[in-house]
Every structure is written in structure tokens, then in C-alpha cells.
């Protein structure tokens, strides 16, 4: 079957600081990968779609520089939250596609709190 | 560009109801059409999808959907609820490329009461 994991399930980091959240896929090559913010009580924002050996696009109101990602293979990808900040807490989401599969394969989340 | 819509916010029903969560969408080409299941503090979890062929579409717990292209509608219905139902239900629309992005309604909470 294909899955997704996401590590870490939740983290804290504190205001100013950095934290890497990772993707991985597991029984299917992601071809593509998006990353998705909730915020509470929101739906989910996508921040940027990386497809292997294309361009991130990334999202109004989103930027490489405060999120940057990378997708090196077709099983992995990892993006960061720099200099988070009390709005930048939430459930982030990473979303793989399956080259010709029409379904996109979500991860569990990783829940970032900022203190 | 594509939008969806969900126009109830909230939705309250009594376990042993039925119940019809409503999506609208709009966008200009083929469509890929889905619901997700998010219950509290959880990720995602896939219900159902439309790609094309039989507009009703059969998920998982019962849920099915039915897409209708004149309405650009996709409501999502289950016949007789349970109280673990309760969550909260996403529509999303993604263009039809194998790469196009996946868009979120607001979502609507189901709140199913014993």
C-alpha cells in the first residue's frame, strides 16, 4: 500500500527559532509533494507544490525564504519554518502524488506549537 | 482557477439519521473531485473520490457521493450516522493533471448527537 509518514508528529520550538519537519513515502514514488498549513480553526493552505526536477511554487503569502523546501528523491521531502512566530502554528501537512494516480497520499502532521 | 465551496459550517443530526454535507466547485476544465474525514487533533483521512464514470461514489463507513456536473456540486451523504461520525468533513477539487493542486473547502463540522 502507499503511505506517508511525517516526523515529528508534534514539536515546540520557541519564537525566533527554526524547526524541519520531513515527508516520507513510503510503497510508491511521489513524483509530486505539497505541503499544507492549518491553521486553528482553518482549512488547509497549501504553502508550495514540489514536483522532482521541476520548480517549487510556492503559494501567495508563502516564500522559499521563510519556507523552504527540498525534494531531493522520489520518496523524500523536508521543509523548514524559519524564524516561526506565534501565527505560523498549526497542523503542516504533506500531501504525495503518485505519478498517473489521481489520489494524493496525506501524512499525519506535524503539529508545530510556538512558545 | 479553482474554488469550493461548502456552505454549512455546521451540521448537527442525532445518531441513526442521514445526513448530506454539501461542495460546490468551480473550475473550467476535468476535475478531480475528493472528501476528507478530520477528527479532532488528527491528520487527514481519505473518504471518497471522483474521477470520472459512475457520478455516485462509494467510500469508506458507508459515505458515498454524487457528483453532478450542472450543479458543480459534489455532496457527500450517509444514510444512517454513527456518533464517531462527528468530525470535521473536507471537500476538495484538483484540477486534472497529474500535478495540479489540491484545493480545501472551509470544511463542515458534524456534530452527530446520541
Known amino acids: 500500500g502507499a503511505l506517508v509518514y511525517q516526523y515529528p508528529r508534534r514539536t515546540i520550538c520557541k519564537s525566533g527559532t527554526s524547526m524541519r519537519m520531513e515527508c516520507q513515502a513510503v510503497?510508491?514514488?511521489?513524483?509530486?509533494v505539497a505541503w499544507y498549513r492549518q491553521s486553528p480553526q482553518k482549512t488547509f493552505e497549501l504553502i508550495a507544490l514540489?514536483?522532482?526536477?521541476?520548480?517549487?511554487?510556492?503559494e501567495q503569502n508563502f516564500t522559499q525564504e521563510k519556507f523552504p523546501i527540498s525534494h531531493p528523491n522520489l520518496s523524500f521531502s523536508s521543509m523548514t519554518v524559519l524564524n516561526a512566530y506565534l501565527e505560523d502554528r498549526g497542523l503542516y501537512l504533506c500531501?504525495?502524488?503518485?505519478?498517473?494516480?489521481?489520489?494524493?497520499?496525506f501524512g499525519k502532521g506535524t503539529r508545530l506549537t510556538v512558545v | 482557477t479553482q474554488t469550493v465551496s461548502q456552505s454549512d459550517a455546521h451540521v448537527t443530526v442525532f445518531e441513526g439519521d442521514s445526513v448530506e454535507l454539501r461542495c460546490n466547485y468551480s473550475?473550467?476544465?476535468?476535475?478531480?473531485l475528493s472528501w476528507y474525514i478530520q477528527h479532532h487533533g488528527h491528520g487527514l483521512q481519505f473518504l471518497l473520490k471522483?474521477?470520472?464514470?459512475?457520478?455516485v461514489v462509494q467510500g469508506v463507513n458507508g459515505f458515498e457521493a454524487e457528483f453532478s456536473k450542472s450543479d458543480s456540486s459534489f455532496h457527500l451523504r450517509k444514510a444512517s450516522v454513527h456518533w464517531s461520525d462527528s468530525a470535521v468533513y473536507f471537500c476538495?477539487?484538483?484540477?486534472?493533471?497529474?500535478?495540479?493542486?489540491?484545493?480545501f473547502g472551509d470544511g463542515t463540522v458534524l456534530t452527530v448527537k446520541p
Open positions: 500531501g504525495a502524488y503518485r505519478a498517473g494516480n489521481t489520489e494524493v497520499f
Open positions: 510503497g510508491f514514488q511521489a513524483t509530486s
Open positions: 514540489s514536483t522532482v526536477n521541476s520548480a517549487i511554487k510556492y
Open positions: 473550475y473550467g476544465g476535468s476535475i478531480y
Open positions: 471522483y474521477y470520472s464514470g459512475n457520478p
Open positions: 476538495a477539487v484538483r484540477g486534472n493533471t497529474n500535478t495540479g493542486k489540491l484545493t
